[in-house]
């Protein structure tokens, strides 16, 4: 689960190919309470939510694993930049048994806190993974979805729910010539395991969130890299540092009293505006 791309063999340069490779599911033709798609951060987090109603519940991913934006974004730099503990479910089994070593986790930590939350809350054993959904239709009479997939099952359910992502489908520019381009082509969201850019000429394009922490890291390695912005980009210091265990210990008195405000606040995090802390 940990490799989405290792290095194909006998495949063209370019890495555009959309999900990880397909594998078999069995028979998924269900008759089921709940689908959710898409095994992201909100797909778990409804998964555990609608099991407790007492609802029999699916979840289909495309990705081999659960993760969402986590499981996809691999590239060199690849982190939140939400701070520990905010950027995790705010369920007391999770996080009571969960730290974090950075301020600002990675996507290696993060894939192992998706593992984490897996575990704790038992949740693979209702998920398939590398099922891409590919139409839905309600039907008015029965009341009851009826949902299509890749692999050529039917799913009937009574909900639906969308835990797509907003930043799950990657975009590709038009450019111009683009097809004949003899270097490698990737883009940040199926950056390859086996990528080794030393003594390479690299071109990042774009400078959004991604480009600029694929830059900063990249920038570190053996290569020319040249960075292309269309847009300049402001970025501040993020400060990231070691979090110890003992310190996350301390700090875990009061999660639920930080989730409690982070639920109120209009960002999401804890902080108190009048203190002029964000
Ligand atoms: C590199 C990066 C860094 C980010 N950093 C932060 C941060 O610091 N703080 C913050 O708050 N947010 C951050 N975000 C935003 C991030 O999208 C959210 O934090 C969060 O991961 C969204 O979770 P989600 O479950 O809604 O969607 P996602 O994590 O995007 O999961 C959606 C899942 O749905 C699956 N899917 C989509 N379509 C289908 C289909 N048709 N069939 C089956 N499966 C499907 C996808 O494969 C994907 O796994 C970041 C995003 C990226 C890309
Ligand atoms: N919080 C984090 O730490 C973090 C890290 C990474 C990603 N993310 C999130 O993930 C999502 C995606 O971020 P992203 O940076 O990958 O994508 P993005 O925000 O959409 O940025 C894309 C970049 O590519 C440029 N671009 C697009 N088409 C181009 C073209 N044809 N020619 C030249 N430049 C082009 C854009 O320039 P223009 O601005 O000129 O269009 C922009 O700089 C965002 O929601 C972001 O917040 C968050």
Same mark, same amino acid.
């Given at each position: 689960?940990?490799?989405?791309? +290792? /290095?194909?063999?006998?495949?063209? =340069?370019?890495?555009?190919?959309?999900?990880?490779?397909?594998?078999?599911? &069995?028979?998924?033709?269900?008759?089921?309470?709940?689908?959710?798609?898409?095994?992201?951060?909100?797909?778990?987090?409804?998964?555990?939510?609608?099991?407790?109603?007492?609802?029999?519940?699916?979840?289909?991913?495309?990705?081999?694993?659960?993760?969402?934006?986590?499981?996809? %974004?691999?590239?060199?730099?690849?982190?939140?930049?939400?701070?520990?503990?905010?950027?995790?479910?705010?369920?007391?089994?999770? *996080?009571?048994?969960?730290?974090?070593?950075?301020?600002?986790?990675?996507?290696?930590?993060?894939? /192992? *806190?998706?593992? =984490?939350?897996?575990?704790?809350?038992?949740?693979?054993?209702?998920?398939?993974? %590398?099922?891409?959904?590919? &139409?839905?239709?309600? %039907?008015?009479?029965?009341? /009851?979805?009826?949902?299509?997939?890749?692999? &050529?099952?039917?799913?009937?359910?009574?909900?639906?729910?969308?835990?797509?992502?907003?930043?799950?489908?990657? =975009?590709?520019? +038009?450019?111009?010539?683009?097809?004949?381009?003899?270097?490698?082509?990737?883009?940040?969201?199926?950056?390859?395991?086996?990528?080794?850019?030393?003594?390479? /000429?690299?071109?990042?394009?774009?400078?959004?969130?991604?480009?600029?922490?694929?830059?900063?890291?990249?920038?570190?390695?053996?290569?020319?890299?040249?960075? *292309?912005?269309?847009?300049?980009?402001?970025?501040?210091?993020?400060?990231? $540092?070691?979090?110890?265990?003992?310190?996350?210990?301390?700090? $875990?008195?009061? *999660?639920?009293?930080?989730?409690?405000?982070?639920?109120?606040?209009?960002?999401?995090?804890?902080?108190?505006?009048?203190?002029?802390?964000?």
């Amino acid at each position: 689960m940990e490799q989405v791309m +290792d /290095k194909p063999q006998g495949q063209s =340069h370019s890495n555009f190919q959309g999900d990880d490779l397909p594998t078999k599911n &069995g028979n998924l033709d269900l008759n089921i309470d709940l689908l959710i798609v898409g095994g992201g951060m909100s797909g778990m987090y409804a998964m555990w939510k609608f099991r407790q109603l007492g609802l029999n519940v699916k979840l289909y991913e495309a990705g081999s694993y659960f993760g969402g934006a986590w499981h996809w %974004n691999r590239y060199p730099g690849a982190r939140v930049d939400s701070e520990s503990p905010y950027y995790g479910l705010s369920i007391p089994d999770v *996080y009571r048994t969960w730290s974090y070593t950075e301020r600002f986790p990675d996507h290696h930590e993060l894939r /192992k *806190y998706f593992a =984490h939350v897996d575990a704790t809350l038992n949740l693979a054993k209702d998920a398939s993974f %590398n099922i891409r959904v590919t &139409g839905a239709r309600f %039907n008015e009479e029965e009341a /009851k979805w009826t949902v299509q997939t890749n692999i &050529g099952s039917v799913t009937t359910c009574k909900y639906l729910i969308l835990a797509v992502g907003s930043t799950s489908k990657i =975009h590709i520019p +038009d450019f111009k010539n683009i097809t004949t381009y003899r270097g490698e082509i990737f883009h940040s969201a199926r950056y390859p395991s086996y990528l080794d850019v030393r003594g390479k /000429k690299v071109a990042c394009i774009g400078s959004g969130a991604t480009g600029v922490q694929v830059v900063q890291a990249l920038a570190r390695e053996d290569c020319q890299l040249h960075a *292309y912005i269309r847009t300049p980009n402001i970025a501040l210091p993020m400060r990231q $540092r070691q979090m110890s265990k003992d310190e996350e210990d301390q700090g $875990r008195c009061f *999660y639920d009293s930080w989730f409690r405000a982070a639920k109120q606040s209009p960002f999401g995090f804890p902080y108190n505006l009048a203190s002029g802390c964000i």
